[in-house]
């Protein structure tokens, strides 16, 4: 990954929905984003902290619900260390159900009151 190069949004929170072509029962998220000592940027404040809550948007669209709508479930909820790899993978609550999209909430950063960035969001899953 190269610093700057990242999907930045104003303020330390946001959302973003990843959909998906088919219905995917996800197992796990992977989110990455560079670590102090090798961004050459010095400061990661903007690097996500908390995902207050990850949920998935229902899609059963053989009956009946559309693109638009749906209903959400929680599947996990985690933090990304600053002090760790600049890859970090976590556990989703694993559903039996699949699901058409991913909505990502990001509650807060690493202390940048102006804006978060993201630098890749990964979901892995059948």
């Given at each position: 990954?190269?610093?700057?190069?990242?999907?930045?949004?104003?303020?330390?929170?946001?959302?973003?929905?990843?959909?998906?072509?088919?219905?995917?029962?996800?197992?796990?998220?992977?989110?990455?984003?560079?670590?102090?000592?090798?961004?050459?940027?010095?400061?990661?404040?903007?690097?996500?902290?908390?995902?207050?809550?990850?949920?998935?948007?229902?899609?059963?669209?053989?009956?009946?619900?559309?693109?638009?709508?749906?209903?959400e479930t929680l599947l996990g909820t985690f933090?990304?260390?600053?002090?760790?790899?600049?890859t970090q993978t976590f556990p989703l609550q694993?559903?039996?159900?699949?699901?058409?999209?991913?909505?990502?909430?990001?509650?807060?950063?690493?202390?940048?009151?102006?804006?978060?960035?993201?630098?890749?969001?990964?979901v892995t899953g059948r």
């Amino acid at each position: 990954i190269s610093p700057g190069y990242c999907w930045p949004f104003q303020a330390s929170q946001s959302q973003v929905d990843i959909r998906f072509p088919a219905q995917v029962r996800p197992m796990v998220i992977t989110v990455q984003h560079p670590l102090k000592k090798s961004s050459g940027l010095g400061d990661i404040s903007s690097a996500p902290l908390k995902f207050h809550r990850l949920t998935a948007l229902l899609r059963f669209i053989s009956k009946g619900v559309s693109e638009e709508g749906g209903e959400e479930t929680l599947l996990g909820t985690f933090s990304f260390s600053i002090e760790k790899e600049p890859t970090q993978t976590f556990p989703l609550q694993v559903r039996e159900v699949g699901f058409r999209c991913i909505r990502l909430l990001v509650l807060s950063n690493w202390g940048q009151a102006s804006y978060t960035c993201i630098y890749r969001v990964q979901v892995t899953g059948r």
